[in-house]
C-alpha cells in the first residue's frame, strides 16, 4: 500500500521485471483535508493508477487479476474505465496481488511520499544528502538519549507511541490470507478490533471526535467499531487520514506486510551507536569532498 509496510507477497509478476512506475502528475502530493476524500476521488486516483497497469501490453491482463483476486474482468473493467469503485475488501485483494504500487496515488492523497525517486539513479544532490544525513544524526543522537536508563536504571518505553499496542493483535488476524479469503466480514472484523484499541487507547480520541472530522455520522462509526459495518473506500481513507497509519495495522498483516515501525522498536543499544558513528563519519566525508570541490 504505502509508505506503511514491506510487501513479502508472492503473487506472480513479469520477467524481466518492468520499471516502476513514478506518481502520477496532476495529482497533489500533499494530504488532502478528510472530508475532500470522496468516491469520486477516489475512484479517478484508482483508475489512473490501473491504466498504467493493467490491459493490454501492460503489466497484468485482466484474465490474471481476476483469476487471483476473484473479481470479475467486466469490474476489472469498469475499475480500470473509472466507471465504478471497489469496496474496502476488494481494493485488498488488489493491493495483495498486484502489490503496494497500485496504492501509490492513494497514499499520496493522505500525504504519504512513495519510496520512489525522480531523478535518476546516477545523480548525487550533494545539499540533499548533507540535509538527510544531517537529520538522520538528529534523529539517532534523540534515540540514544531516549534510551538512556531512568533514574531507577531500567529503560522505560514510551507509552504514548503506537508500537507499543502493536503486538496486543489476535493471533488470527496476525496471520497473512490469501487474496480470496479478503471478504468484507474480514475486514470488519479487523477494523472494529483496532479501532477499539484506538479508542481505549491514549490519545484522547472519541467516537464524537473521529465523526467530527471525518463527516462520518456518529452512528456510522459505532458500527464500524461494533463491526456490524465496512467502511467504503472513499471512508476508510478518510478515517486513516484522521487516525493515522496504526489504523491499518490488521490490514497490513493480512496482507503479509509487517510494519516497519514493529520491527524497529527493540532496536539494541549498541546498534544504535554504530549507525548514529556511521552517519557522523558519512557527515565527515561529505565535509571533505565540499573542501576539495571548493578549490
Not at 501490453?57 to 474505465?81: F, P
Not at 481513507?237 to 491499518?248: D, N, P, T
Given at each position: 500500500?504505502?509508505?506503511?509496510?514491506?510487501?513479502?507477497?508472492?503473487?506472480?509478476?513479469?520477467w524481466?521485471?518492468?520499471?516502476?512506475?513514478?506518481?502520477?502528475?496532476?495529482?497533489?502530493?500533499?494530504?488532502m483535508p478528510?472530508?475532500?476524500?470522496?468516491?469520486?476521488?477516489?475512484t479517478?486516483?484508482?483508475?489512473?493508477?490501473?491504466?498504467?497497469?493493467?490491459?493490454?501490453?501492460?503489466?497484468?491482463?485482466?484474465?490474471?487479476?481476476?483469476?487471483?483476486?476473484?473479481?470479475?474482468?467486466?469490474?476489472?473493467?469498469?475499475?480500470?474505465?473509472?466507471?465504478?469503485?471497489?469496496?474496502?475488501?476488494?481494493?485488498?485483494?488488489?493491493?495483495?496481488?498486484?502489490?503496494?504500487?497500485?496504492?501509490?496515488?492513494?497514499?499520496?492523497?493522505?500525504?504519504?511520499?512513495?519510496?520512489?525517486?525522480?531523478?535518476?539513479?546516477e545523480?548525487?544532490?550533494?545539499?540533499?544528502?548533507?540535509?538527510?544525513?544531517?537529520?538522520?544524526?538528529?534523529?539517532?543522537?534523540?534515540?540514544?538519549?531516549?534510551?538512556?536508563?531512568?533514574p531507577?536504571?531500567?529503560?522505560?518505553?514510551?507509552?504514548?507511541?503506537?508500537?507499543?499496542?502493536?503486538?496486543?493483535?489476535?493471533?488470527?488476524?496476525?496471520?497473512?490470507?490469501?487474496?480470496?479469503?479478503?471478504?468484507?466480514?474480514?475486514?470488519?472484523?479487523?477494523?472494529?478490533?483496532?479501532?477499539?484499541?484506538?479508542?481505549?487507547?491514549?490519545?484522547?480520541?472519541?467516537?464524537?471526535?473521529?465523526?467530527?472530522?471525518?463527516?462520518?455520522?456518529?452512528?456510522?462509526?459505532?458500527?464500524?467499531?461494533?463491526?456490524t459495518?465496512?467502511?467504503?473506500?472513499?471512508?476508510?481513507?478518510?478515517?486513516?487520514?484522521?487516525?493515522?497509519?496504526?489504523?491499518?495495522?490488521?490490514?497490513?498483516?493480512?496482507?503479509?506486510?509487517?510494519?516497519?515501525?514493529?520491527?524497529?522498536?527493540?532496536?539494541?543499544?549498541?546498534?544504535?551507536?554504530?549507525?548514529?558513528?556511521s552517519?557522523?563519519?558519512?557527515?565527515?566525508?561529505?565535509e571533505?569532498i565540499?573542501?576539495?570541490?571548493?578549490?
Amino acid at each position: 500500500m504505502s509508505s506503511f509496510a514491506d510487501t513479502v507477497h508472492t503473487a506472480p509478476v513479469a520477467w524481466p521485471p518492468p520499471k516502476r512506475l513514478k506518481p502520477r502528475t496532476g495529482t497533489a502530493p500533499d494530504g488532502m483535508p478528510a472530508r475532500a476524500i470522496t468516491p469520486a476521488e477516489v475512484t479517478e486516483r484508482l483508475s489512473g493508477r490501473l491504466r498504467d497497469l493493467v490491459g493490454p501490453g501492460r503489466r497484468w491482463s485482466y484474465a490474471e487479476i481476476s483469476a487471483h483476486t476473484l473479481i470479475d474482468v467486466r469490474t476489472l473493467k469498469a475499475y480500470v474505465r473509472g466507471t465504478a469503485c471497489p469496496n474496502l475488501a476488494k481494493y485488498k485483494r488488489l493491493v495483495v496481488v498486484m502489490g503496494p504500487e497500485v496504492a501509490i496515488d492513494l497514499n499520496r492523497m493522505l500525504g504519504w511520499e512513495p519510496r520512489i525517486g525522480n531523478d535518476p539513479p546516477e545523480a548525487l544532490d550533494l545539499g540533499a544528502l548533507e540535509a538527510a544525513l544531517l537529520r538522520a544524526e538528529q534523529a539517532l543522537a534523540g534515540l540514544d538519549r531516549a534510551r538512556q536508563p531512568g533514574p531507577s536504571g531500567l529503560i522505560k518505553p514510551n507509552s504514548h507511541t503506537a508500537a507499543a499496542r502493536v503486538a496486543d493483535t489476535r493471533p488470527e488476524f496476525a496471520r497473512a490470507l490469501p487474496a480470496q479469503a479478503i471478504t468484507p466480514a474480514a475486514i470488519a472484523a479487523r477494523l472494529s478490533y483496532r479501532l477499539r484499541r484506538m479508542l481505549d487507547g491514549e490519545g484522547n480520541r472519541s467516537i464524537g471526535g473521529i465523526a467530527e472530522a471525518t463527516g462520518i455520522s456518529r452512528g456510522v462509526i459505532e458500527a464500524y467499531v461494533a463491526g456490524t459495518a465496512c467502511p467504503n473506500l472513499a471512508r476508510y481513507f478518510r478515517l486513516e487520514r484522521v487516525l493515522g497509519q496504526e489504523l491499518g495495522i490488521e490490514f497490513a498483516l493480512m496482507l503479509g506486510w509487517r510494519p516497519r515501525y514493529q520491527a524497529s522498536r527493540n532496536v539494541a543499544a549498541p546498534l544504535i551507536e554504530a549507525l548514529h558513528g556511521s552517519v557522523r563519519a558519512c557527515l565527515d566525508t561529505l565535509e571533505r569532498i565540499k573542501g576539495t570541490d571548493g578549490r
